[in-house]
């Protein structure tokens, strides 16, 4: 194989010869373990390998495509929220008995911010997200999916959709105002951050660049700073110490990829790249 040949050919070759798909193989180098990349952007001189060299071909198992797993970790909520929302008088108990109190406008507005919430995140998944690895273990899916069927639908939905919930009681003016406008900003801005990053790659491209913007000169992930502003507005609006538990840790998660991410732009981009001193809030972390 010529060396200038991109990566990428190697995998090519591997598969042809074991059938499997070039997405469940990975190899690395005998002489020191790195990983060669499946990359047709990188030739093979640049990877090291030589004529005679040894290389690792590892069968990573089934796989399935990143994007299929997002389209199904916020599936789950989408589904979970309504369900709940409409089995009310058949898991909760009435302070009544002889009559079960209809859902309140809060209980009604929390239903459609959260689902809301994971419309949009399925359409950027299928619309604006652009993912430098095609696919990862399948059996990975169950273990992704916890924190939003679980904890995002069954945990999140039972305390907001209660007859005895903080949402059951009178809308106040003030604080769902300011919850509902923290939550538009932190929608609006995640979406920005998104479509700011999917300019940094080319549609099935691997390639990586620094993202730039006011709010990318801030801190090293305004999308997920929006985020978490996002669930501060939901908790506002909902008044449920289940959403505040939800958000943080949601954060403290969002809050080790920010910063694994500064990491990596530093360790890659070199002096091309700006160190952010904050990785998630300015002035906080």
Known sequence: MPRAAPASQVYSALATITGLSVNRIRVTKGSDGQLVPNDKLVPLQQTGLLDGSKIYVK???????????????????????????????????SPNPSHFPAPS??????????????????????????????????????????HYWVLSGLFLG????????????????????LGLLLYGIGELGNLQSHLTLRGLRSEGGKERGIPRGRVFSLVT??????????????????????????????????????????RRYRSEFGENYKNKRYFLFPGIY
């Open 59 to 93: 069968d990573l198992g089934p796989q399935i495509s990143w994007r299929t797993v997002f389209i199904v970790e916020y599936i789950g909520p989408l589904m979970i929220h309504p369900l709940l929302y409409q089995l009310r008088p058949m898991l909760y108990s």
């Open 105 to 146: 406008a809060l209980q009604k507005v929390s239903l459609l911010i959260i689902c809301l919430h994971y419309l949009k995140r399925e359409f950027e998944t299928i619309y604006v997200h652009r993912f430098s690895a095609a696919t990862m273990p399948a059996k990975n899916i169950f273990k992704n999916s916890f």
């Open 158 to 177: 039972y305390f907001i959709y209660g007859p005895n919930a903080p949402t059951a009681g009178q809308m106040e003016p003030s604080s769902t105002s």
């Open 221 to 262: 992930c305004p999308n997920y700073m929006f985020e978490i502003l996002s669930w501060i507005g939901v908790a506002v609006v909902t008044r449920s110490l289940a959403t505040v538990v939800f958000a943080a840790i949601s954060a403290a998660q969002m809050g080790q990829w920010a910063h694994k991410k500064e």
